[in-house]
């Protein structure tokens, strides 16, 4: 098959979130035969030699668009009365760029990643679109809209009716892709259900979940550490759900564990840390890192993943590489949503300040405990985690033959 990505940003190199889910995708498609092409807008000039990478190292189509200026983005889509995080992806060039693809080639089936990128299909005068000729798919991932329903509860005005109008806005534009599009998949069956709750009659909805590079993600040669705590939590640290985690945690738990661990460490690793996460940096035992090449060496080094989310949605892949890397992780519910874990056998869970205390007294007491956690939680990864396992359904999906892959409940826009 020729595979069409549209989407949201290049998916290279796969250091973050839904760049690692596009990319393995991809490179599961390429394994499998099939010829994939990428269009992809961009913010930076220094992300253009992703794209050339992309192309080099795995022979991908590569098609790039830079955007206009973030502020023009964002007040134009506010006027026309459109989701931020919509308007945020808005090019016009892109768009002429689109149509020309669907044009010039014949693909078989097109991916978005993100409902942001759904405006390109609607908006398309491509014949192929407008025939309704081509299989469209739709990676949401996240559940965006309960997403901005959860920043809302958060937030107090002015943030609080602009987190609402995103979230009703998100919400009948994942209706409007869910009744358009072929399939729609999300990382979670929680994810499905709930999107279904207000939409039972819609298309064809599934899970896709998250996947882990057992190569890339592993245990260390050396036995790992075990005196006092070295914390570790990874993540882009201007997100705004990694940033509540942390500075929750700080705030709410890291003095009592200075307090019973006085040479306790928390590192907390990844790019674009906020004033707020730098500040942190102050305090006793606490690392904050900033971009690094390589993530692995700080799996390595600490011996218990902390994920302490209150906003969330899907798959948390950076507790996946934890149990992975063979790391006990202690956990809000909210941070193992969607992971086929259970409580005191591969994750220890933890809701309040307190608990998180008491996961880690145990963990530090208790060696067999600690050991028991890591091994369910690393051959829960090799069982069930390994991307050739995830994707086999997802090509299964895209191969299906046209006739067959439209659903009923379509109907134009």
Known sequence: MKILYLSHRVPFPPNKGEKIRTFHQIEYLLQKGHEVTVISPYEESAEVPYFTELKAQYGVNVHSFRLPPKLLRLMSGFVQGKALSVANFSSADLQKGLDKLLDEHEFSAL????????????????????????????????????????????????????????????????LQVAAHFNTCFFITETEVALFKEGAPELGDICAIENGIDIVGFCPPDAPRFRESPILLFTGVM???????????????????????????????????????????????????????????????RANVFVAPFRIARGVQNKVLQAFACGLPVISTPMGAEGIRCSDNQSILLAEKSSDFILQLEKLFQLPDHYTRIANNALQLIQQHYTWESILHPFEKKLSMNQADSFSPSQTDK
């Open 111 to 174: 991916v978005c990643t993100a409902s942001s990128m759904a405006e390109y299909v609607f908006n398309s005068q491509a014949k192929v679109i407008r025939d309704r000729k081509l299989r469209l798919f739709m990676d949401f991932m996240d559940l965006d809209s309960d997403k901005w329903r959860q920043y809302a509860q958060r937030s107090s005005l002015p943030m609080k009716l602009l987190y609402t109008r995103e979230r009703n806005l998100i919400s009948t534009l994942e």
């Open 238 to 300: 201007n997100y705004s759900p990694n940033v509540d985690a942390v500075l929750w945690f700080v705030e709410n738990v890291w003095k009592d564990i200075v307090h019973i661990w006085p040479s306790a460490e928390f590192i907390i690793a990844g790019m674009d840390p906020t004033d707020k996460i730098i500040a942190l940096g102050n305090m006793r035992g606490i690392t904050v890192t900033g971009f690094v090449d390589d993530i692995k060496p700080y799996f390595n």
